[in-house]
């Protein structure tokens, strides 16, 4: 009897035993369907053997081998690496290789044979297409022309003939030469790009990683595109890792424009799960060539797998915030390491982490060092005092002329806070009572239609009340300033201006963001306020103006990482200005102008900050001079989260002794966010300047953690955390 071993994704180090029944072809990676108690789950094999120590009568059989091709070995390697080095259950680990769950939408098409309209002229084509009569009148235009539509023969198409060759490129079925967006032909890499794509290019089957240094705008996503294009003429599948789903759609353009006749999936978690599957298919099958994807996508199957791109690099949003607390990133060079292939790490202002490794070799560093439009000069910085903004509207004097001078010239601006809702308080003028949030110890933020109060931590929602509960005054005030708020200054101040705000409470609807974006790009905005969701990747020629409100409250957090995001934000939301050939201008408010952060900005120097800063963290001795992880607790009751950390805290100084491990071990404090959704929390920090220490320490611990014996309290290990809160 064969019996296979498979990884189900629960909250265990254990794996799960079931024999096969005959007629399966099981291999190893496989992904099957088994009971589990009383419900049915998706879990991968990782092992077949002949015998297992379960008693025979509790054996049960495999329900269902999927129809889906077995997870490669680097991508379960990829996945059993993570579940070691981020000490989270192996199973969990592999979910994040699989596709999600649900039947596999009958496949209506053979991709294995596109109609291929550039193969000497033999068609074969779906019967489902060829009914259609679109799709016979785009064949009898298309196929007296030969085998290959050129561009003008796509612009002499009608725009309906053209949707549907868009749709039919879409889906795999036909490659066709699109003209490039200038329709002058081939974008010319500048000598900078160009060198940068043939270090990229000659590092072709053997594991190089690069840093890609080059400011907003200097076309590091044309050399990404460039030497995808390379990967895949030689066979090879690319994976283009993104930090924003936001950002997919512009990129899936440019991409269409750049590789022509490249398969392109995208895989994200906010594409409904039949399209995700569907994706992931075509990628593991190999039928992709180019895979476009966020965090997850770096678990892709990629069976011709012979380049990865991480774009903008330094991005947040590529570690995991909980279950499997990953860091995209990292994992990325892990596995091109593993495959022996080149990884290219992209960024205007790469991670300090990343910045080491370049400096000390161990990244080879490429650098765009202009703009890659020759017209676009980088924007001029401004500092105009914060304090000076009026009270109630917060925009300083000089943001509000240089917004209306871009009114009058019909340029657009954008203004940028890091806070949504109204207000980030609510407070009585009389006895100082601030609104508080009853199940976190947080301030809730006022928000406007719908009026409410709100815990952006744990979603609790109130009602405003009418006068102060504490001492019954009526004059309660909001304090600070939130997206809502400056929309409604600006619309006060500004009545003819055509407005929009863009932030989460905004952007919920799946297209509303493409729909900001279009408006924006079709000249029928004239500003925009908005939260970092507004800091990346968008191109519009007619920005001119970016006003930049609250960035000083980043200067002077406790979380060391603070100052290198906000150095990140600034030059993101910097390069949004003045992209082609109207010159931009940034004004920043702020009361500490001379700030090493803001004098760097304003030199567009980001190496002299990273610099500083590198050597701010080695006296520190914090990353990337040393290795961190967080152990967290949180329970009802604060004596017991108290208690479990203590007792961890004494293990893990006596693991530390009798394993001669150089690792600190802090005394636990209470967490910066004290209390969160009812639950009290509390933090041990662990660091050591050898990660393998760190490591050993942390393997000898993880099982108390797992199996914390009061199961009240919830510990959570998060190796390498992006922030100490
Ligand atoms: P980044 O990814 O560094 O922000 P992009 O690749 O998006 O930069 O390029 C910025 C702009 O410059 C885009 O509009 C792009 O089409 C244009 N561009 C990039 N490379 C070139 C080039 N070699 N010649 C002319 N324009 C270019
Ligand atoms: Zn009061
Ligand atoms: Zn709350």
Known sequence: ?????????????????????????????????VPLARRRVIGVVVELLEATPVAPEKLVPIEELLALPPLPDDVRELAQFVASYYQAPPGLALALATPPAGTSPTRTRDPARPLALTDEGRVTLPTA???????????????????????????????????????WRRDGLVSARVPRREAEGELRLNEAQAQAVASIDAAHGRFAPF???????????????????????????????????????????????????????????ALPDGERRANWEQAARGEADLVLGTRLAVFAALPRLSLIVVDEEHDGSYKQHDGVRYHARDAAVWRAHRLGIPVVLGSATPSLESYAHARAGRYARLVLERRADPRAAPPAIRFVPARDAGRDDGLAPALMAAIAARLERGEQSLVFVNRRGFAPSLKCSACGWEAGCPRCSARLTSHRAPMAL????????????????????????????????????????????????????????????????????????????????????????????????????????????????????LMQVAGRAGRAELPGEVIVQTDFP???????????????????????REACGLPPFSHLALVSAEAHRREEVDRALDELHAQALAECREAGLAVDVFTPVVAPLARRAGYERSQMLLRSAQRAELQRLLAAIAHRVAASPQRRVRLAIDVDPAALA
């Open 454 to 569: 709100v815990c952006h931590h744990c979603g609790h929602r109130e009602r405003v009340p009418r006068a102060c509960p504490s001492c019954g005054n009526v004059d309660l005030l909001p304090l600070g300033h939130g997206t809502q708020r400056l929309e409604q200054a600006l619309a006060a101040a500004f009545p003819g201006a055509r407005i929009a705000r863009v932030d989460r409470d905004t952007t919920r609807r799946r297209h509303a963001f493409a729909d900001m974006r279009a408006r924006m790009a079709g000249n029928e905005l004239d500003v925009l306020v908005g939260t970092q969701m507004l800091a990346k990747g968008h191109d519009f020629p007619r920005l001119t103006l970016v006003g930049v409100l609250g960035a000083d409250n980043a200067l002077y957090s406790a979380d060391f990482r603070a100052t290198e995001r906000l150095a990140a934000l």
């Open 594 to 616: 001379d700030h090493p952060l803001y004098r760097a900005l304003v030199r567009h120097d980001y190496d002299t900050f990273a610099l500083d800063l590198l050597g701010e």
């Open 129 to 167: 297409l060829a009914r259609a009569p679109a799709a016979r009148a785009l064949l009898e235009r298309l196929l007296p022309e030969g085998a290959v539509l050129e561009p003008e023969a796509l612009a002499a198409l009608a725009p309906h003939l053209r949707r549907v060759l868009a749709h």
């Open 211 to 269: 840093l890609l240094q080059g400011v907003t705008g200097s076309g590091k996503t044309e050399v990404y595109l460039a030497a995808a294009a390379s990967a895949v003429a030689a066979g090879g599948q690319a994976l283009l890792l993104v930090p924003e789903i936001n950002l997919t759609p512009q990129l899936v353009a440019r991409v269409a424009a750049a590789l022509p006749h490249a398969r392109t999936a995208t895989l994200h978690s």
């Open 1 to 33: 009897m064969t019996i296979a071993r498979v990884a189900l994704p629960v909250a265990t180090a254990q794996f799960f035993d079931y024999w096969v029944p005959s007629g399966f072809e099981l291999r190893v990676g496989a992904i099957v369907r």
